[in-house]
């Protein structure tokens, strides 16, 4: 139809100029307003670090950061954008691995640094409501002495926040045990895109009352609205929480290991994580965790990382040992050998990946029983490139949450370069879209994966997401050019 053919993100925006920053400076204290076109310029560098994205792939040209502190300030700055038809890039903490917290163009950036209070929290339901801007640690910590957990836990939790989180639907180290956040998430506050305040945060477990809107503002990238507060369920601190890893001699061994584990310690395991060889000797290299030596993995090909979280320590480590014991001493033993470890090592891979290189990452939904298989024939078609030495692609691997289907495959470039990315797209998706995967298992679309989109969406799907777009953001001004094309 014509008004499809209108779609909100194609519009034409305006840059900011003079009579905006003069509003602006009406509205927000000096501290709060980052601009090369205020009365005090911001120097290049400081708004660079705004501008850029965590792996270094994606870069925006904003000329001006706002920092509000209250949902007032958020709301006026939104309305004047709508009024004057300026784009916004929602930023939280900027680590998203998919460019959706940097602008496209010359976006204003609002970003929720200072919005950073926790605004209550009830020890008896676990229920925390919090501003949008806090960061994950900070929220873990504030919880810790009521005997309560945060029910997400991700490698970026000293930078990410809550709002960035929600914003992302972020999954993460703890989603096999608590579930995703459309699930722990109760209520939220969010500027709509014409300024409007919308009011969600209710602290009710349960609310049957229609429509349930806020789920719309899980995972939609800032292109719905910018959420300025979450209410969301936090789960009792177990008691008690250990953590081995898994040397396995095979890929092949994972799954039967995922279903032996599964039922020996059925309600106390609360992450299956996977690693595969050139992932863990990353990790070594650079220093996250605690390396074995080869006489004790003994030739493994992957790693998994099992932990049980439960009610009472004698319990849970009689199981844990049991299991041990009955994977060693099997006929034909599924590991080769099982150590105490920490996170650390699996958390680290990211971290890893991107001191070794560039990274090209994919975050796919697929099969379990095909992760290895994706990540080896991956590399082959790299190598059949010619792409596979020191000065392009320097490795491929993959890890990820076993628990949920989801692999990262990571290919490690020594630089962004355009043969690299041909080889890669739409190679990938079209992998993903022959086994009924997903193009984005938890990471988003951002500005990275728009085009990849059909591979696992209809057109029907799309083009009604298209409409819920127009419905909330006409004029097209809330992250454009981000999870729409
Ligand atoms: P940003 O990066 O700032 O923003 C992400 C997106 O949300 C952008 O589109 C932005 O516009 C939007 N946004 C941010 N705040 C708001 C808001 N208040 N209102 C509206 N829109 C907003 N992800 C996982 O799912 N699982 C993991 O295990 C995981 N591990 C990671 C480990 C590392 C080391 C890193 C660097 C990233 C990891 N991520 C993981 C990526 C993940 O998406 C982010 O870390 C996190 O959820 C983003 O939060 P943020 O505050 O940094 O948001
Ligand atoms: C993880 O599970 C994160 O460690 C990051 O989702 C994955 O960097 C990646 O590809
Ligand atoms: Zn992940």
């Known amino acids: 139809s014509l008004r499809h053919a209108r779609h909100a993100s194609s519009l034409k925006l305006n840059s900011v100029g003079a009579e905006d920053i003069a509003y602006f400076s009406k509205i927000l204290p000096p501290t709060s307003i980052i601009s090369s076109l205020s009365s005090t310029p911001a120097a290049a560098d400081e708004l660079d670090q705004f501008n850029s994205d965590w792996i270094g792939r994606f870069k925006g040209h904003s000329t001006t950061v706002l920092k509000p502190k209250t ?244 319990h849970d480590e009689e199981k844990l040992n049991g299991l041990l014991e009955n994977l060693l001493t099997a006929d ?34 697929i099969p379990l029983s095909t992760f290895e298989d994706v990540v080896n024939s991956t590399r082959e078609h790299l190598r059949s490139k010619g792409l596979l030495h020191e000065k392009a692609v320097k490795a491929v691997l993959g890890y990820g949450h076993v628990g949920d289907g989801n692999l990262h495959l990571n290919i490690v470039a020594d630089a962004f370069l355009p043969e690299i990315q041909d080889a890669l797209e739409p190679y990938i998706y079209e992998v993903v879209q022959s086994l009924r995967g997903s193009v984005s298992a938890e990471h988003g679309i951002g500005a990275m994966k728009t085009h990849a989109l059909p591979y696992s969406k209809s057109q029907v799907s799309i083009g009604l997401m298209k409409k819920i777009k127009d419905v909330f953001d006409p004029n097209g001004i809330m992250n454009p050019g981000k999870v729409l094309e």
């Open 332 to 365: 034909e033993p599924l590991i080769n050998t099982g150590f105490v470890s920490l996170w650390a090592l699996r958390e680290g891979v990211t971290e890893a990946v991107s001191k070794e290189g560039k990274a090209y990452k994919y975050d796919i939904s």
């Open 71 to 314: 949902t007032q300030e958020v709301s006026q700055i939104v309305k004047w954008c709508n009024d004057r038809k300026i784009g916004i890039c929602p930023q939280g903490g900027n680590t998203g691995l998919v460019g959706g917290s940097v602008p496209v163009k010359d976006e204003v950036i609002v970003n929720l640094a200072n919005m950073n209070k926790v605004r209550s929290f009830d020890p008896i339901s676990g229920i925390l409501v919090a501003d949008a801007g806090c960061i994950l640690q900070n929220l873990t910590d504030y919880v810790a002495p009521h005997h309560h957990i945060m029910p997400i836990d991700l490698g970026a939790k000293g930078s990410c926040q809550i709002g960035g989180n929600v914003s992302t639907n972020a999954g993460g180290l703890r989603l096999l045990r608590y579930g995703s956040l459309h699930g722990t998430v109760l209520g939220l506050e969010v500027v709509l895109p014409d300024g409007t305040v919308l009011d969600q945060l209710t602290t009710l477990r349960k609310d049957n009352t229609g429509y349930d809107i806020k789920q719309l503002f899980i995972g939609a990238e800032g292109t719905l609205g910018i959420v300025t507060g979450v209410s969301i369920l936090t789960p009792p601190a177990p008691q008690a929480s250990s953590n081995v890893i898994l040397a396995l001699p095979t890929f092949k061994n994972v799954l039967p290991l995922y279903q032996t584990v599964k039922r020996e310690l059925s309600e106390i395991l609360s992450a299956f994580e996977f690693i595969d060889r050139t992932a863990y000797d990353l990790a070594v290299k650079h220093g996250q965790g605690r390396a074995l030596t080869e006489e004790e993995i003994d030739g493994a090909e992957c790693f998994v990382l099992v932990e049980t979280s439960g009610g009472r320590r004698e």
